[in-house]
């Protein structure tokens, strides 16, 4: 057994190897742990807000909002969002029939695109959305439970419309402000209600030239509301004064950093409304901004 400076070599390496195997097992024990926590912590992993989507994209009116005298045309905001984006897409030789909606939840308005586009990838930060938006594509259905009061839910089920080809969507799970370059370019880029949940959105903004095609539509909706809980205050779009004291909206941002590569097409206010439980609900309007690709 030789030795040289009265280190053993085999002993050395058997615990080198160990050491490197510990080191291994440490990162993946690192990774777990890291993916549990921010399931944890990140609220859109929770299976109330999968139910609460669930119901918000899949539900009926009466399903939604049992009283009579609610705004009932608030409702299916992610079936009006794949609407926008049909009509306001022009079919063009150069322009990809492929959709891309990035913070798709539960899957809604990705379905509803596939009506016209030949392929759709939906993509958002939860694990949890795009689990349910595989079980949608490949059952057409999920069951799931709403909550009425307190621990009192009513049972109910999502189901995506026959006439689509669930075949034409794919969904996996993907940070918005880091996309892969292998996606390619879309004929249409849906970003609904995203914007302000983002971590980094600037740097979102500057990948979208990129993804949407010469010719193409960019559709973003966002009810502007800011909140440190999901982006530093220093990232923010808009809702603070400037250094000058002027006020800033995440609107103006929008047209600065946009304008170089789209052209604003049409602007618009829609409500939404997402049920929470049968007598505690949220009303809200998306300012809805229509982009071509220049």
Known sequence: MATILGVDHK???VSTIAVSVGIAGYSVYRLV???KRQKQTNIYESQKLVSEYLVFHYGSPDEILRWSFGPKNCLEFPKQCADICMKYFKQGDSIPLRALDIGCAVGRSSFELARMFEKVIGIDYSQAFVDVCDQLK???MKHYAVTDEG???TERIA???????RGRTSFQQGDACDLPTSLGQFGCVLAANLICRLHKPFDFLARLPGLVAPGGILV?????????QFTPKSTWLGGYRDEKGKPVT????????LSHAFDLVEEMNVPFFIRETARKNQWTVAHVTIWRRN
Do not use: C, H
Not at 250 to 257: E, H, I, M, P, S
């Open 11 to 13: 002993v050395f390496a």
């Open 33 to 35: 742990q890291d993916r």
């Open 138 to 140: 490949a059952d057409g």
């Open 151 to 153: 621990d009192l839910n």
């Open 159 to 165: 189901v995506v419309p026959s006439i689509i080809d």
């Open 220 to 228: 973003i909706t966002s009810p502007y509301t800011w909140l440190e």
């Open 250 to 257: 995440g609107f103006d941002t929008l047209k600065a950093q």
